[in-house]
Structures are given as C-alpha cells and as structure tokens.
C-alpha cells in the first residue's frame, strides 16, 4: 500500500481498472460517469491499452461481447439511461459466459430522469434487466476507496466464474472524493482457453448464444443455474455494524449505507440501540443475515434513495418476522440525515 | 489408375450440412470466403463474426474460431475482436436486415473508423429467416410479407445502396458488389474477398464486400428462376463495381 491520494470516485473506478489489467474500454459519453472514458482516454495509452469511444451505448457495449471474447479484461460504464440501451447485450454476454465489469453510476429516472445521483436502478441490476434467466454478480461500492476495490475484485470474480460483473455505483459516490489507498497492480491472470482468438492446432471455438432446440436450450438455462448457485454460495459480502444488540437495523447499501452509519452513531450516542446491515453485493442479497436479525430485533428500516426497492429483498428475507420500514427519497433528491433520524425515533418509541 | 484430387471441401468450412433452402446463394458464398482463408493460410488465425438472420449458423459452418453477434451488432463486436486480437485475422459475415437496418449505426461508424477488418455483406433484399419481409433493401414493387402490395416508396422510401453509401467514407480501403449468379461473377467475388482480406493483412483498413444473393424460398421463385431475378431486377438498381479502393 502506497501512501494516500485524493481522487474521485469514477477515477478510482477507472484507475482500479487499470490496476486489475483492463486494457480494453469501450464506451460513450453520459452524466455522471464521464469522468470515467475520460480518465481511460488520458491513460489507457501509457498504459499501452485501448480506448475507444463508441457510436452508442449499444456499440460499446457490443466491443466489450467482442473484446471479452477474445479473453481480455474489459468494460464499459454508463448511468441509467445508457445502462437501459445496452440490456439485450447484457443479458447476452452472461448467456455466453463472458467475463466483463459494467459500471453504472446511476442517477435519477425514470426516463431521461435528472443527472444527481440516485438508487433507482436495483431491480433492473438484480432482477434482470434485460431479457432470459440470467444474473449479474452486482457489487455496490460506498466510498472512493470501494470504488477503486470492487472494480479489481470485479475483474476477478468475473474472470473467476466467467461471467458479467456489475458495479452499482451512483452519481455522489462517482462524483464525490476522498483519499484512496492504491494497491500493487494485480499481475496473475487466468488461462482463457475458451477464447475466440484462431484455432491455431486445436478444434475450434465457439461463443454462441442461440439454440434453436428447446431441450437444448433448457439443458444450458441449467448449467447457468448451476453457475448462479456456484457464485451465490460463494461470493455474498455484507458487513454488520452494531447489530449485536440492535433493536433496530438500518439496511442500505452505497451512499445510503454512508447515512445510515452516521445516523446510526448519532443514536447510539443517545443510548438508542440502532445498527447497520450493508449488502456489498446486492445479488448474492444476504438473505440469511436478515433473516437471523429478524428473530431478535424489534424492526428493520431500510433506506434508500429510491421510491423504495432493495426494501422488497429486505421484506422477502425478514418474511414477516419483523417490521420493515422504509425511509427514501427518489428522483436524486439526497435523503437528509434528520429526517432518518426522525424515522428512527419513532421506529423505537422515542 | 493414379487418382488425383481436383475438388475438395476448403478446410476452413466443416462438414455440416447447411440448412439454406435451394438456390439460396449462401452456399456458395461461403465456399468462397472459405477458399480465401485457405488460399492465405490463415485459418488458425481467423475469428469470424456470424451475424443474425440466416446466416446466424455460420458459426457451425466456418471451420474458424467463431463469435455470434446480436442482430446488427456485428462490426461493433468485430471492433472488439480486433481490438482485442490485433493480429488476428478477422471477419464479418452479415445479412442485408442485420447490416443495412438494425445494424445501420455499427457498420457506419465500424467503416468510418477504418476498422481492419471484412465485412461480407449478403444482399438478397429481403428478410429471410422470419419468412420474407420487407427489408430496407426491398426494392420499389417488390411483394414481400409486409408489403404485399409491393414496396410504396410513398411509405418505405426508396432502398438503400449500402456500397455506394459506405464508399463516401475515408475510412473503408475497399468498397465493391459483386453477385454469384454467373460461374464468372462467381470468380470475381472470390477475387473481391480475397483482396479484401489482403488488404486487412496489410493493415490499410475496412474492406467491404457487397454480394448479391437470392431468396427463392421468399421471392416465390425457383432456384434457376432466381438467379435470372438477379440480373433483371437487382443489378439494374444495385450495379456491380467497385466504389472505392484506395
């Protein structure tokens, strides 16, 4: 670990990409993200990559199917809109096991929506926003320094389970810095023999999606399962914070997972016994965590900044063994800190 | 008797029978960017894109390291196969609905790019996979599933000249039409695509080959029929030559 620089959140995103051995980025103009193809344009050259700057979303999105299946690390990023154009790809590259990292620095929707930074896309990242029976590894960084770390673990775990990797990010924790701690650069890839590179002295290789027999079809939706089932076993991450003797638990992730902290020690400065449950990765969804709190804790509130999404995962788990509340706000307009303060004083009486 | 070989399947195509209909030209057109593949000797080197639309199993009948594309996205994805492989050989293989329609955005910006690779672009003005629809290739009158009445330039416009629009750019190294429908014209367009893979080798950029096919299934006509279709009909609108060659 070197010592510490200042850095935005999308450049931390785009440096870690580089660290993690992308060489390969493909993408298109949007705000809040752009300061991520122009980080790329400055320094994927020296780093002896490739930058290009596509005709669409769907373009780019479309390079990084062509570049990943050649076996190169690769990636775009977008925010919600653009994310919604490159979908049917999306949903292509996990029916062809190819790894990739997709950033979405979300903002406000629907629609064209506003340009601040919002939590409104978790169900189309983890419910599956384009089309078919596929899921996305979807990791969700709250600060700079997660921004730069998920995007290295990203590539891994991409590369790991052969499959599509999507960051969850918004638009405060893109725009907004801090200092980052910058790891050594990652210098052990894996063989790639699926890769579409010639079929110099072996048969040939193939990246296909398309099945025309049915049975066929359905054979490879249960090897997809089967790999789902793999990564949810293996690659849940959450962290716990003061849960131990919570009456009542804060769910959020990203920049809301930031408020719910501060709230959280706000009230635990009056005595109140509030703690925090931050999914890390939002599919896996630590379901089992919230299903064990649920048999001990008065309630659950679950915070976002949205018209209320992840809370239905939170519900689902809890199953009806504790009350869920919500406290959100949508359209990229910031929760504020008193009026989750103000939620939870009523949630425990106070 | 000493027996000598005078014809053979090209190494790089597999012994799969095809599953295009009588007097289709896909056939052949295969064969031909099979042939130059060999006539290179770079088949060990060579990544194809299949497109979608009849040609989408191409991915079974190309003996070559093969990526299937989404409907369109063809020369977006080759962008990044040779952005990925840079000395790999690599080719696009594409129907008119896919190339001249859903795709039009990618094979402009691929072609304005002077991305080096070849796009083989099969013309047979009409969609056939989903059963004979008007494609933006269709011609004036032509009946097709969605225009019975024959194509109303009132409502479809006219169709467009991919070749002739493809040439305008800077970026493309080689622009042509050719069609299959002739032992000669048959000659001429293994010539064209193999000059276009030559020139890829060489690295001068995007090279576009254009090839006029037939549809006997949708056009309602037979296979001999077809061919003759081609010269009354197609190359009166669609005439061969090269557009562009640097």
Redesign the interface.
Same mark, same amino acid.
């Given at each position: 670990m070197s010592e510490k620089i200042l850095l935005k959140g999308n450049e931390a995103c785009a440096m870690g990409a580089i660290l993690a051995g992308c060489r390969?980025y493909?993408g298109y103009p949007i705000t809040p993200q752009t300061e991520i193809p122009e980080y790329f344009a400055k320094h994927m050259p020296e780093a002896g990559g490739?930058f290009?700057q596509?005709? !669409?979303e769907?373009?780019?999105i !479309?390079? =990084?199917?062509?570049?990943?299946?050649? #076996?190169?690390r690769?990636m775009t990023s977008s925010s919600s809109p653009g994310i919604s154009l490159k979908q049917?790809?999306i949903s292509?590259l996990s029916a #062809?096991d190819l790894p990739c990292l997709i950033v979405n620095v979300a903002r406000g929707g629907p629609g064209l929506g506003c340009i601040q930074g919002a939590q409104s896309d978790y169900f189309q990242s983890v419910k599956g926003g384009g089309h078919g029976d596929y899921r996305l590894l979807t990791l969700a960084p709250n600060s700079v320094q997660e921004m730069m770390d998920l995007t290295i673990l990203g590539f891994e775990l991409a590369d790991k389970h052969r499959n599509p990797v999507l960051i969850l990010s918004d638009g405060v924790v893109g725009q907004m810095m801090e200092p980052v701690s910058v790891p050594e650069p990652v210098t052990s890839f894996p063989e790639k023999p699926w890769a579409?590179?010639?079929? @110099?002295?072996r048969p @040939?290789?193939?990246?296909?999606?398309?099945h025309l027999n049915a049975a066929v079809c359905e054979e490879r939706n249960r090897e997809l399962q089967a790999k789902y089932k793999r990564i949810a076993d293996a690659e849940l991450r959450y962290e716990e914070i003061d849960t131990q003797d919570a009456d009542l638990v804060l769910v959020a992730y990203g920049i809301s997972s930031r408020i719910a902290l501060t709230v959280k020690n706000r009230a635990r400065a009056e005595g109140l016994k509030v703690g925090v449950l931050r999914p890390i990765t939002l599919w896996p969804f630590p379901t089992e965590a919230l299903r064990r709190l649920a048999e001990r804790v008065k309630g659950f509130l679950a915070i976002e900044q949205s018209a209320g999404q992840m809370v239905e995962d939170v519900r689902l788990a809890v199953e009806g063994r504790a009350p869920v509340a919500f406290h959100g706000r949508s359209g990229g307009v910031m929760i504020q800190l008193d009026d989750v303060e103000a939620d939870v004083r009523k949630l425990l009486g106070r | 008797m000493e027996e000598k070989l005078v014809f053979s399947r090209p190494e790089a195509l597999t012994d799969m029978p095809t599953h295009y209909c009588p007097g289709c030209h896909h056939g052949i057109i295969h064969r031909l960017v099979a042939e130059v593949i060999d006539e290179l000797g770079v +088949?060990?080197?060579?990544?194809g894109?299949?497109s979608v639309g009849c040609s989408?199993?191409a991915?079974?009948y190309?003996? =070559?390291?093969?990526? #299937?594309?989404?409907h369109g996205?063809a020369p977006?994805?080759?962008? #990044?196969? @040779? +952005?990925?492989?840079p000395d !790999?050989?690599v080719f696009t293989y594409q129907g008119d609905g896919d190339l001249a329609a859903i795709g039009t955005?990618?094979i402009?910006?691929a072609a304005a790019r002077g991305e080096n690779f070849t796009v083989v672009f099969v013309n047979n003005a009409i969609y056939g996979m989903t059963g004979g629809q008007m494609a933006p290739t269709t011609l004036d009158g032509q009946r097709t599933q969605t225009s019975p009445a024959g194509r109303d330039p009132h409502l479809a416009g006219h169709p467009l000249r991919m070749s002739e629009l493809i040439a305008t750019l800077s970026g493309p190294s080689f622009v042509t039409r050719t069609a299959v429908n002739t032992p000669a014209r048959i000659n001429q367009t293994r010539k064209a695509i193999k000059k276009a893979f030559e020139l890829q080798l060489a690295g001068r950029g995007l090279g576009f080959v254009e090839v006029l096919s037939t549809c006997p299934t949708n056009w309602g006509l037979g296979a001999v029929e077809s061919g003759q279709w081609v010269d009354s009909h197609m190359i009166p609108y669609y005439p061969l030559g090269v557009f562009k060659e640097d």
């Open positions: 390969h493909f490739v290009l596509a005709e !669409s769907i373009a780019a !479309s390079m =990084v199917y062509g570049a990943a299946a050649t #076996g190169r690769a049917e790809t292509t #062809g579409a590179v010639g079929a @110099k002295g @040939k290789n193939i990246i296909n999606t398309l | +088949r060990e080197n060579t990544v894109v299949a989408i199993l991915y079974d190309f003996n =070559v390291d093969m990526v #299937g594309a989404l996205r977006a994805v080759a962008t #990044g196969v @040779k +952005r990925g492989r !790999s050989v955005a990618e402009i910006h």
